[in-house]
């Protein structure tokens, strides 16, 4: 499975790894995701999710309810 962060479409980032004599190499900068459960309550079911950091502290803020309508206008999820 991808590391895509499933409600906002976070995903890895591609830069350099600088060393002290400016010697560049590529690396990768993967998003910081969690496995989460939640419940809907207007489904009335669990659902797991792979989700970042950042998207835990919107839900918190909006509701999962929220963020799943936005997911879904935005294309992540079905």
């Known amino acids: 499975m991808s590391r895509i962060c499933e409600?906002?479409?976070?995903?890895a980032m591609v830069g350099n790894n600088v060393s002290?004599?400016?010697?560049?190499t590529?690396?990768?900068f993967n998003a910081n995701l969690t496995k989460k459960r939640?419940?809907?309550?207007?489904e009335d079911k669990w659902i797991t999710l792979k989700v970042s950091t950042s998207a835990l502290k919107t839900i918190n803020?909006?509701?999962?309810s929220a963020m799943l309508k936005e997911a879904r206008a935005?294309?992540?999820i079905k």
């Open 7 to 11: 409600l906002t479409g976070k995903k």
């Open 20 to 24: 002290h004599a400016m010697n560049k």
């Open 26 to 28: 590529k690396r990768k």
């Open 38 to 42: 939640f419940y809907i309550p207007e």
């Open 61 to 64: 803020k909006k509701g999962i």
């Open 74 to 76: 935005n294309g992540f």
